[in-house]
């Protein structure tokens, strides 16, 4: 089945502690990218990437990091997580820059305090 | 900044009746999409626009786009109680294509 998945789902944690969101897709995707959903607004777009070893920022990258040195994996990392950082974020990948309709993973829901 | 705002921000109908949602943009775009997310889930695509269409249909589902007055409307017709959902416009802007989502709207269909 072609899937988007991240992991954790759920995750409370502390300022400061160094975590990673994984995400992965099945569907051999070029394209990767990384949003977070917050009440009234909207989804932001913090990170994407266009292929392997190719990574961008996108609207809110401050904070976070990313990688991707593998095509199926573009994990999300928060260095030193802050309160203003908890959210709910989504993962997506799709196919190319030409066939634009995105994936989306179930989404991490991250608490810091 | 948003480039998509979708109006009305919710809508409630009964089960039956067609829903109607607006979309309207500032820039030129490649392409237009909509989204549906139910809750507590991720986004699922529903239809994508590009900008030398004017109408698509999917199932149920009717898009337009005027390019002209930049704005895009999602029409679904007889409505189910399963559509209950928040929908989502995304336009395709730039050579990075970078997908840009406005705020959603609220659907709530009626049994």
């Known amino acids: ?57 996108g609207d809110v990258p401050e904070g976070y990091k990313v990688s991707r040195k593998e095509k199926r994996n573009f994990p999300l990392i928060l260095e030193s997580p802050s309160p203003n950082q908890t959210s709910l974020y989504f993962c997506a990948s799709s196919r190319d820059r030409e066939y634009q309709p995105q994936h989306f993973g179930d989404g991490t829901r991250l608490s810091i305090l | 900044s948003q480039q998509g705002e979708e109006d009305p921000q919710a809508l409630s109908i009964q089960e039956g009746e067609n829903a109607t949602m607006n979309c309207s943009y500032k820039t030129s775009i490649n392409n237009l999409q909509w989204y549906r997310q139910n809750s507590g889930r991720g986004l699922v695509h529903l239809i994508l626009i590009r900008s030398n269409e004017r109408e698509k249909h999917s199932g149920r589902l009717r898009v337009t786009l005027d390019t002209s007055k930049k704005s895009s409307s999602l029409l679904i017709t007889a409505s189910r109680a399963a559509d209950t959902a928040s929908y989502f416009c995304a336009t395709d802007v730039g050579a990075n294509s970078k997908l840009t989502f406005g705020k959603g709207i609220t659907l709530s269909v009626r049994p």
């Open chain 1, 1 to 57: 089945e072609a899937q988007v998945t991240q992991n954790p789902r759920y995750l409370i944690t502390v300022t400061g502690k160094k975590l990673t969101v994984t995400c992965s897709q099945n569907m051999n995707h070029e394209y990767m990218s990384w949003y977070r959903q917050d009440p009234g607004l909207g989804l932001r777009q913090i990170y994407y990437s266009m292929n392997v070893e190719v990574t961008d920022k």
